[in-house]
């Protein structure tokens, strides 16, 4: 019984490597994965790009050991050079330090952005695809609503109830964007829920919820996952901008959106303040895309 | 054009705006936050308010009601087109969506210009080249649009053009010169958007037996190009219009914000500053109701362009 269950998903999948004995098979991947990545440069320094932005999130003193709050008033505004590689601020704060510390309420707030999205959308999505009837017409009619609310007024409309502050703009963009999750994670629950695996396992009498969490939920995650980390680009841009609005976290506290936005007065001046933060956010959601683009498909279709 | 096509399509439009209502209503009003305690601390220049105070403010703007009727209330008025007061200045909704829509409509309209010419001129440009590095070129130029922030786009564009060359203003809402930058912003994600949504119809529609049979006959590349595919392709690039224009609105925000603009995005921004629940929720529905207007404008638009879905018999 649990043979047939196993199998079910390749069999489903026609594209799926034939099965080759362990140890050739690691060396084949391996050896595939090496020839995959020499065609795609720029896939490899994305994977570059996204690695350093998650160290710098999490020990930024890696990259920038010093304090981002610690300002030297007499070097203010001074331009990318030797000893501040990316310039100062207005109250002469290390540029470079306020962009890598940065990285972390960023990424924070994206994380729980995505995490939002990913559970309340799928749970959404789940329960309409697997229940079916008024269930499935109830919820999917919601979700129609939603998206006739643009996401960035939806978040706004959030924080209006909720209030400023990192987590609580990361909620507001999470919840915008529930109703992508829900339509992807139905659509797969329903197209697994007709497999034969799912109705065998339900032939033997199998419990609602344990097929639900054994045989629909593992094999219907795939192309979530791909949205998720479509999403997770999105969601840095969504958060950077309500950030810069103004609503993230109150200064000092560096955030790529709030860092744009105090670089704003000194633009006639001082070009280094805007553009780098936003060179980081820009360099993170084109890697970001790129990689959601490599799981997409393009491991499988490339032999 | 069927009755019941049409019927159909004005009842889902009617069932989307009381949606609308209703979710935007669930958001604002259930949600823990205390709007009257803002506002009361606000207006009182650091007095303490008395808890009285309090009360009779709950009590003017219909807030110490429970939230059924409330919800009753508020709905019944919608209808009659009343959207409230605004908590902060006290004035009518309507009038402060109505008085700032002017500049935000006039920015959307250029925005929604420039998205259509760039994505067109993309789109087309990289399925008609022969060159393989342009059409490669042009073909990365949306995905590259998409990952930008926007706001960044806006800033970057007033360092180069305003600060560097002088060409053009860098904020401010005088004149046709102070709006070619703000709708370039705000065109540039709709318009990388249209430009793949065309790319791909245009692709698939070069493939068709009806271009072969055109090129068979002698029809030029350019008219085959433009007459035949182009025709066919633009019923797919319609679907993302309701979606188009639903985002110029909400692109206002911030765009409006980096330019220091007036209007709609701007009214937002301050509402959502002070907690001014009544404008929030009216701006929410108003981009509701553009949103459903232009999707029902396009599904009205379709059986027009394409006799296939008029002539065919409803499910």
Not at chain 1, 180 to 208: K, Q
Not at chain 1, 233 to 256: D, K, Q, R, T
Not at chain 2, 20 to 25: D, E, G, L, Y
Request: with cysteine; glycine share 10%; hydrophobic share 50%.
């Amino acid at each position: 019984m649990t043979e047939l269950l196993d199998r079910g998903p390749e069999r489903a999948d026609p594209a799926s490597p034939p099965i080759s004995p362990l140890a050739d098979d690691r060396r084949e991947r391996l050896a595939r994965l090496g020839r995959f990545l020499r065609r795609r440069p720029g896939l490899v320094v994305s994977v570059l790009v996204i690695v350093f932005v998650l160290l710098s999130a999490f020990v930024p003193s890696l990259f920038a050991p010093g304090d981002p709050a610690f300002a030297v008033p007499a070097q203010k505004l001074r331009p990318p050079g030797s000893g501040h590689w990316l310039g100062t601020d207005y109250l002469g704060r290390d540029e470079w330090t306020r962009v890598v510390h940065g990285a972390s309420l960023s990424l924070q707030a994206t994380v729980i952005a995505v995490a939002v999205a990913l559970f309340v959308g799928g749970l959404i999505g789940l329960l309409s695809g697997f229940a079916g009837g008024w269930v499935d017409e109830v919820l999917m009619r919601v979700v129609d609503v939603m998206l006739a609310i643009p996401p960035i007024l939806m978040s706004l409309a959030l924080i209006t109830a909720l209030g400023f502050g990192t987590v609580k703009v990361a909620i507001a963009v999470g919840v915008a964007s529930v109703a992508n999750f829900a339509r992807v994670m139905r659509a797969e629950t329903m197209r697994v829920r007709r497999t034969a695996y799912v109705e065998a396992a339900r032939s033997v009498g199998t419990r609602w919820w344990v097929t639900l969490g054994r045989h629909v939920l593992p094999n219907a995650a795939g192309p979530v996952t791909v949205l998720a980390v479509l999403e997770f680009g999105l969601a840095i841009l969504a958060v950077s901008s309500l950030s810069f609005l103004g609503y993230g976290a109150p200064p000092p506290a560096p955030e790529w959106g709030s860092l744009v936005a105090e670089g704003r007065n000194y633009l006639a001046t001082s070009w280094w303040l805007c553009t780098m933060p936003g060179v980081a956010i820009a360099a993170t959601v084109l890697s970001v895309n790129r990689v959601s683009r490599a799981l997409d498909g393009e491991w499988e279709r490339a032999r | 054009m069927s009755g019941p096509y049409l019927l159909r399509r004005l009842g889902f439009a009617v069932a989307v705006m009381w949606a609308a209502f209703t979710v935007s209503f669930v958001v604002l009003y259930l949600l823990p936050g205390d709007p009257v305690a803002t506002m009361a601390a606000g207006s009182s220049d650091g007095e303490p308010v008395t808890a009285a105070q309090l009360d009779a403010l709950r009590a003017r703007y219909g807030l110490d009601q429970p939230l059924p009727v409330q919800y009753l209330h508020k709905l019944g008025a919608a209808l009659h087109g009343d959207l409230g007061t605004s908590f902060a200045t006290g004035q009518d909704v309507r009038g402060a969506i109505g008085d700032a829509l002017p500049p935000t409509v006039q920015l959307a309209l250029c925005g929604l210009l420039f998205a259509v010419v760039f994505g067109a001129v993309v789109a087309l440009v990289a399925t008609y080249t022969r060159s393989r590095w342009l059409s490669q070129l042009l073909m990365g130029l949306p995905s590259l649009a998409v990952s930008l922030p926007v706001f960044w786009v806006g800033l970057m564009l007033v360092q180069l053009f305003s600060f560097r060359l002088g060409l053009l203003p860098s904020v401010g809402a005088r004149g046709v010169q102070s709006l070619i930058l703000p709708a370039i912003t705000l065109g540039l994600p709709p318009g990388a958007l249209i430009a793949q949504v065309l790319a791909k119809s245009m692709t698939q529609a070069l493939d068709e037996p009806y271009v072969t049979t055109a090129r068979a006959k002698g029809v030029g590349p350019g008219a085959v190009h433009l007459h035949h595919a182009l025709g066919n392709a633009v019923i797919p690039a319609l679907t993302v219009f309701g979606y188009v224009v639903g985002n110029l609105l909400a692109g206002s925000v911030v765009v409006e914000t980096v330019f220091t603009r007036p209007g709609l995005g701007r009214l937002t921004v301050t509402s959502v500053g002070v907690q001014d629940i009544p404008v929030v929720q009216g701006v929410v529905l108003f981009a509701a109701s553009v949103f459903v207007l232009v999707n029902l404008l396009v599904d009205l638009l379709y059986p027009l362009l394409d006799p296939r879905i008029a002539n065919a018999v409803p499910a």
